[in-house]
């Protein structure tokens, strides 16, 4: 078969630049009424005249190209996507009409203040409400992701300890905390100190008081934790960091059990960061780009990055006159299109939307753990929040294994969930439905685990060959990651 022939819109596509063809052309721009000048004499350095090996193809050839890989694609909008302690749940459409209002999408950031006072006020308000919906005391927009919030945070903490003239360097972290909080932690000059959940599923106070001391800035906790339990020891452990002038991180990726329900300011907790892109229903991932606001207590309040929107007399601004500042996140004041987004989806929930959405995710979550936990191994048998988790132990004797399972939950037609983490759980597979889907789906779901691990039984070799019903089977993905083919070679 060559490169320009399919088998319907699930057959071979090729490359785009297997398509090229000499003289093709996608676009004819009409011609310019602009004097020509010569580059070289205009602007400073060499320029690039052109791309060797750039496909040139026709317009008809580059749509129907990325039409058909898009065909390949499985996201939420295609079917349920369960992945653990990443809340993918759906991106209401209305959220997104709302953030191309010419209003929103227009706008330039260097348009004077008075000209963009909407957009100013937008932002204004969805720091009050992640402010209060945390029960932090001030709020910042500009972090464009979960890890970069964290990593604002922990540029807080280190800039605070520094205007005491306090030389601290450890961040305590659990082995339930997100995979990223080490390198965001190390990143920001910290030396990283793992702290043992020692096989109860949550941190105790014991575990925090045998590592908490004075060279420590502060303990780093994510709640609920990745293995879907609340971190019910929370307010002893505050407790004990904050006698010793220490600070509680809570990493709020996994807020889409607490919104409304969990005040964690409450609970003693001095900074979080917000993941727009998981709870509060904005793009993820391939379609961000995501958002990580950080909600902070008085004491770090002066330490937050500039611009802070204020408003003063009835008119909104941008305060740049923050003399403890640890500066800039990122250029302007965050990714804006999200924050609409999710401004949106707080104003259409509302208080008791918010609720209800936590409430929705924690019940589902529960639902898959009580109707899978006679299939599946479960990590810890109790009540658990946004997600559950499971285990391979029960398969392993019939030589299958996490990796098979999720293999073979493709050819049901479903994304297969988190696997492999948390790495204190042997074999994980971490489940989270959010509060989005449906109990048929749910049930269709359950039905879909529950077949496999039947399987897994009395044809273990159907899962060892899985994926058998998509256009590739099962890929060498150890080798793939070692030798990554990055360039196309003709």
């Known amino acids: 078969m060559t490169a320009n022939c399919i088998k319907g819109p699930a057959g071979e596509e090729g490359l785009i630049f297997e398509k090229s063809s000499d003289g093709r052309v996608g676009i004819l721009p009409p011609s310019s009424d602009v004097p020509r000048v010569d580059p070289e004499n205009t602007l400073p350095g060499r320029l690039r005249s052109g791309i060797d090996g750039f496909p040139q193809v026709s317009e008809i050839d580059l749509v129907r190209h990325y039409t058909r890989l898009s065909q390949w694609n ?5 079917g349920f996507y369960p992945l653990g302690s990443c809340t993918m749940k759906y991106n209401p459409k209305v ?24 957009a100013l006020e937008l932002m204004y308000e969805l720091q009050s409400y992640l402010a209060e919906i945390s029960g932090m005391d001030a709020v910042t927009l500009q972090p464009s992701a979960g890890a ?17 003239n306090k030389k601290r360097n450890k961040i305590l972290i659990p082995d339930t905390a997100h995979g990223t909080n080490p390198a965001s932690a190390n990143l920001a000059g910290f030396k990283v100190v793992p702290v043992k959940s020692e096989g109860k599923g949550v941190l105790t106070a014991g575990a925090v008081k045998a590592l908490m001391d004075y060279d420590t800035a502060a303990l780093m906790l994510t709640n609920p934790n990745t293995i ?27 807020l889409n059990a607490l919104m409304g329900l969990v005040n964690l300011g409450s609970l003693g907790v001095d900074v979080v960061q917000f993941n727009l892109h998981k709870t509060f229903s904005t793009p993820h991932g391939g379609g961000g780009p995501g958002s990580g606001p950080v909600g902070v207590k008085k004491a770090l309040e002066p330490f937050l990055p500039v611009p802070v929107i204020k408003k003063t007399g009835g008119k909104f601004k941008l305060d740049f006159n923050r003399p403890k500042t640890i500066g800039r996140m990122k250029a302007f004041y ?14 259409r929930l509302g208080a008791e939307g918010l609720k209800k959405a936590s409430s929705t995710a924690i019940l589902n979550a529960n639902y898959i753990k009580e109707r899978l936990k006679d299939s599946y191994q479960l990590a810890y048998n109790e009540p658990c929040m946004h997600e559950a988790v499971f285990s391979d132990d029960m398969q392993q004797k019939h ?23 948390p790495l204190v759980v042997h074999g994980a597979i971490m489940i989270e439905p959010t509060e989005t889907e449906s109990i048929a789906t749910l049930d269709s779901f359950i039905d879909a685990m529950k077949a496999i691990a039947e399987e897994a039984r009395n044809s273990p070799e159907l899962l060892k060959n899985a994926p058998s019903s998509t256009r590739i089977s099962r890929v060498d993905e150890t080798r793939a990651a070692r030798e990554p083919m990055l360039r196309w070679k003709p």
């Open 228 to 254: 879907g339990l609340f971190e019910r020891n929370i307010k002893e452990i505050a407790d004990i960091v904050h006698k010793k002038g220490g600070f509680i991180y809570c990493d709020g990726a996994n």
């Open 399 to 421: 030589g299958v294994t996490t990796m098979d399972i999720a293999k073979r939950l493709i050819d049901y037609g479903y994304h297969p969930p988190t696997i492999y983490f």
């Open 74 to 78: 499985f996201g939420l909008d295609t």
């Open 95 to 118: 959220n997104e009409t709302v953030s191309r209002l010419a209003g929103f999408s227009s706008i330039h950031p260097y348009q004077p203040e008075e000209t963009v006072q909407g």
């Open 148 to 164: 970069h919030g964290e990593l604002c945070g922990l540029l807080m903490l280190a800039e605070y300890f520094r205007s005491k």
């Open 334 to 347: 965050g990714n804006f299109s999200v924050m609409v987004k999710a401004y949106a989806y707080i104003r």
